[in-house]
């Protein structure tokens, strides 16, 4: 690169050479004629611009032999410089020049970079822009001649995040770095040294972890579209039957969060019936057996009951579901499904369809506007809850507590859940539910109802018993187990038995769950 560096500035040093040399000629033999109109060496000049150009006024011509000489180079001169001009305007129109100059000119704007533009990457950008009209989205490789020209500003540029990030100069907000590929972080070369630069960094992954480093954020497509989906359309106290057909990266997320967050009722026993190959997953979460019936509907608790059989010889089952969720990873599968069951099948509950596209009429989720969004992949307001949650924790106690950025995998998620089940909460407390988001003045009514029903004996049992239910489930998800003392590294916990074992003391601890929406409430005015 340096050795290029100085062919260049020689040859540009010799045609300056060249052409200063050509100007003495023609200002020496031009100015000792008394005819001669070009006299100074600033009119020499001047008809060196106006002929190189090819403008031509005429206000100055040579007279002299010599001079007609020179002015004949020029002439000659005049059509390259030119072609070079033009040629070197396109070029640098075409090439990386004037993106860069526009990047340069805009570092006032929030910067928001992709490695690729693909469906995810367009999605995203475009609720970016709905959100933050002084969005400047910038995609690391050149648009396909082929895709359709997005409908917001961007700037298609073949470059690392980091000579990005050397055109921003630290002036205004952060650039943030999407990798929208999963698991890009580990294969694309554009993200080595990301942890290095001043920029945040959201990295989709299918590991489910939250946390790299510092400035790299993971986010899991999968644990989205779930959250998002029991979020929009939560269960109902009358479905004691759900289906899931397709148990793959989707599949497996949905029954996740439905395990976690699904509690309404302390005499609840929901079946849920899973079609799709489950051994891996029971395999992981070991102590499922403790906290569900497996593989036999319980009328005392919740059942999981995993079929190895195709679904389409089970009708009896799929005709008596309150729901039928599809959720196969690959949606022309899902589709196909969904069409034979509304042909052949007398369905009476409600059949849910996984899909990245809405189509009207069809109850459809996962779709990639509500899929990839700021609140799903950045997290400040999906998580905002949890976060309240952990620092009301920390203001509670007097001993030293982590604040949320230095929480583990483990302790987020329990502050997750504990936000998610506040949907649910809400929905108990109300008795609504209809209830499908959370607003300062609806948390504020139900915490109201809280407060004038928690004095009652048998209130009060349920909503500790709810939330010894909500924390049972969690622990024995991620294979936790009693231990008289808490022990984070046996995965073991004083209170991970039956509520009727409990002691006041660790019944009374339940009532916090609820207390804490008293606070939520505040907050989110």
Request: glycine residues 4%; charged residues 25%.
């Amino acid at each position: 690169m340096k050795a290029r560096k100085k062919i260049y500035l020689c040859l540009v040093a010799i045609i300056a050479l060249i052409y200063i040399s050509l100007l003495i000629i023609l200002y020496c033999s031009e100015s000792v004629d008394s005819d001669a109109m070009i006299r100074t060496f600033g009119d020499a000049f001047w008809y060196s611009l106006v002929t190189l150009t090819t403008v031509g006024y005429g206000d100055l011509v040579p007279v002299t032999p010599l001079g007609h000489t020179i002015g004949m180079i020029f002439l000659l001169l005049s059509a390259g410089i030119m072609v070079t001009m033009l040629g070197a305007v396109v070029s640098f129109i075409t090439s990386e020049g004037f993106p860069f100059l526009m990047l340069s000119l805009q570092r006032h704007k929030n910067w928001y970079y992709f490695a690729d533009c693909g469906v995810e990457s367009n999605t995203l950008a475009a609720n970016i822009y709905k959100e933050d009209s002084n969005a400047l989205i910038i995609y690391g490789e050149k648009r396909n001649s082929q895709s359709e020209i997005p409908n917001y500003p961007c700037i298609y540029l073949s470059a690392s995040p980091a000579k990005i990030v050397a055109k921003k100069k630290n002036i205004g907000t952060k650039c943030k770095v999407f990798l929208m590929k999963e698991n890009d972080i580990g294969i694309n070369r554009r993200a080595s040294n990301l942890h290095e630069l001043p920029v945040e960094v959201y990295a989709r992954t299918t590991n489910g972890q939250d946390k790299l480093s510092g400035n790299i954020n993971f986010f899991h497509s999968y644990e989205c579209c779930a959250r998002q989906y029991w979020r929009s359309k939560p269960l109902c106290r009358h479905e004691n039957t759900i289906v899931l057909i397709g148990f793959g990266n989707y599949g497996s997320s949905i029954l996740e969060r439905a395990i976690l967050t699904n509690i309404v009722s302390v005499e609840q026993h929901v079946a849920y019936h899973i079609f799709g190959k489950a051994e891996e997953f029971l395999a992981i979460h070991y102590r499922l057996g403790e906290m569900f019936s497996l593989d036999k509907e319980s009328e005392t608790r919740d059942s999981l009951i995993f079929h190895e059989e195709a679904w389409e010889e089970n009708h009896f089952i799929l005709e008596q579901a309150d729901r039928i969720i599809i959720c196969e990873d690959d949606e022309q599968i899902g589709w196909g499904i969904f069409w034979t069951l509304n042909r052949y099948y007398r369905i009476s509950g409600r059949i849910d369809l996984r899909s990245s596209w809405k189509v009207p009429e069809i109850s459809c989720f996962g779709i990639n506007e509500d899929i990839y969004t700021t609140q799903q992949i950045i997290r400040t307001e999906l998580n905002k809850a949890a976060v309240m949650i952990n620092e009301i924790f920390r203001k509670s106690v007097s001993y030293p507590t982590r604040c949320w950025d230095e929480l583990d995998d483990l302790h987020r998620q329990s502050k997750i859940v504990a936000a998610d089940h506040l949907l649910m909460k809400t929905r108990i407390l109300l008795d609504d539910e209809t209830i499908t988001e959370l607003t300062a003045s609806v948390v504020k009514k139900a915490y109201e109802r809280y407060c004038k029903t928690k004095d009652l004996d048998t209130a009060k049992e349920m909503y500790r018993k709810l939330d010894h239910m909500r924390g049972l489930r969690f622990y024995t998800f991620y294979n936790w187990s009693y231990g008289p003392v808490r022990d984070d590294t046996a995965r073991q916990h004083p209170m991970l038995c039956p509520y009727e074992e409990l002691t006041p003391e660790q019944k009374q601890e339940r009532d916090a769950a609820w207390e804490l929406m008293g606070n939520i409430s505040v907050e989110l005015e």
